[in-house]
């Protein structure tokens, strides 16, 4: 089992910057592939970055020269840096992990709501 707490979500103006943090506990959060996805009301979760536990990082092209995708192992914490924040970035963010970065079977943290106002 692994447990995952979403933080630092928030209401910004477009152009603004944010930095969601995922706390991760459970035996078993080592070699796991780590994630963030979204869901805007009315629309299908979408993957928006994910990380291997060796480093490997892949962003959906919506994101990608905007968004950062790290993690601290040592703190078993994931982070998503957030930059130049548009209004259709607006969704709630969920952190995921998984055995494999396919993410299924994942286990998902409760979100934090992002809202970026034009």
């Known amino acids: 089992q692994v447990q995952l707490v979403e933080s630092g979500g928030g209401s910004v103006q477009s152009g603004g910057s944010l930095r969601l943090s995922c706390a991760a506990s459970?035996?078993?959060?080592?070699?796991?592939?780590m994630g963030w996805f979204r869901q805007a009301p009315g629309k299908e979760r979408l993957r928006v970055a994910s990380?291997?536990?060796?480093?490997?990082?892949t962003y959906a092209n919506a994101v990608k020269g905007r968004f950062t995708i790290s993690q601290d192992n040592a703190k078993n914490t994931l982070y998503l840096q957030m930059n130049s924040l548009k209004p259709e970035d607006t969704a709630m963010y969920y952190c995921?992990?998984?055995?494999?970065?396919?993410?299924?079977?994942?286990?998902w943290g409760q979100g934090t709501q992002v809202t970026v106002q034009s």
């Open positions: 995921a992990a998984a055995r494999f970065c396919a993410f299924s079977g994942a286990y």
């Open positions: 459970g035996s078993t959060y080592s070699n796991y592939c």
């Open positions: 990380i291997t536990y060796t480093g490997f990082t």
